[in-house]
């Protein structure tokens, strides 16, 4: 993850094949920090952002059984979309962001066939800060899998699994994306006890050809 910057002083860290790029935030009452914010609005205002729909396929039939929303940015300046989410939370407006980008993927939702489902990824701190089921009203979620991103520590796995029953009561499921990599520990997946286990490139790169990979895929 990392913050555009103008000039920022940024560290490197390697866990195996991807590098994460830390980078000190920008000053709250500096220039860099109104720049930002002014950034992050400009998005909100103008609801800057497109989704593209990645297929799920269930190797058995090789048929498409759901889509992941991949949110793409078209402000400036041109960068990951993480940077622009992580920016977002430097500068306070971290869950708006993630509520658009969510109103984005889910208005697409009805153009999809009947038996594909739709995946968006939301963090903890916006499951439980928003009401989901009250701004996206009307939504199909029995259609939807939310995909906890790893990105961000869980504070109070009791706040989120009640922010979370009355959306799996409308049928919504849960996945936990990327278990073995950021905060999607073991002890995470027990706490919020999701419908779908994303496993990290990490955990199944080696899975055809090492004995403990495979026995740890199988055990989760």
Not at 169 to 194: E, T
């Amino acid at each position: 993850m990392s913050l555009a910057g103008s000039g920022r002083t940024s560290s490197k860290m390697t866990a195996g094949p991807a590098s994460i790029r830390i980078v000190e935030p920008p000053d709250s009452g500096g220039a860099d920090m109104i720049a930002a914010r002014a950034r992050i609005r400009n998005v909100l205002e103008h609801e800057q952002i497109n989704t593209y729909l990645q297929p799920i396929v269930r190797l058995r039939g090789r048929k498409v059984v759901g889509v992941e929303a991949l949110s793409r940015f078209t402000a400036t300046p041109v960068r990951p979309p993480n940077e622009w989410f992580v920016e977002a939370v430097a500068v306070g407006l971290g869950e708006e962001l993630e509520l658009l980008a969510m109103k984005s993927a889910l208005s697409l939702l009805d153009t999809l066939p009947s038996n594909v489902y739709l995946s968006v990824n939301v963090s903890p701190v916006t499951v439980v800060a928003a009401s989901l089921g009250i701004c996206f009203w009307g939504t199909q979620w029995s259609r939807v899998v939310l995909e906890i991103t790893e990105h961000a520590a869980v504070r109070d796995y009791i706040a989120l699994n009640e922010a979370i029953a009355p959306l799996k009561k409308l049928g919504a499921r849960l996945a936990v994306d990327d278990a073995g990599a950021g905060f999607a520990s073991l002890r995470h997946i027990l706490s919020v006890a999701p419908d779908i286990i994303k496993l990290d490139i990490a955990m199944t790169r080696d899975v055809a050809t090492d004995r403990g990979s495979r026995a740890m895929v199988a055990a989760l």
